[in-house]
């Protein structure tokens, strides 16, 4: 289990932002105010949903350094 959850964040840290003003960002990097907006129009259906959500619960709780380390330690291949 544990290491499934490691490699969703890695997943997440590396997951970059398929469409809009905001394409080719990482979505740790997309604007706070961004996710907010989302998350009051409605998060897209599938697994961007699930990791803006998420990104959105990491930038509430100022963990964004956590993502950050884990995109340093944990290069995308």
């Known amino acids: 289990m544990l290491k499934n959850d490691n490699q969703k964040l890695i997943e997440l840290a590396h997951y970059r932002m398929p469409f809009g003003k905001y394409k080719g960002r990482y979505l740790v990097n997309l604007p706070e105010p961004y996710l907010v907006w ?40």
């Open 38 to 77: 989302f998350n009051q129009k409605g998060f897209p259906d599938g697994k961007l949903g699930v990791l803006l959500k998420s990104m959105l619960e990491i930038k509430i709780n100022g963990l964004e350094d956590i993502i950050l380390k884990i995109q340093k330690d944990f290069p995308k291949e």
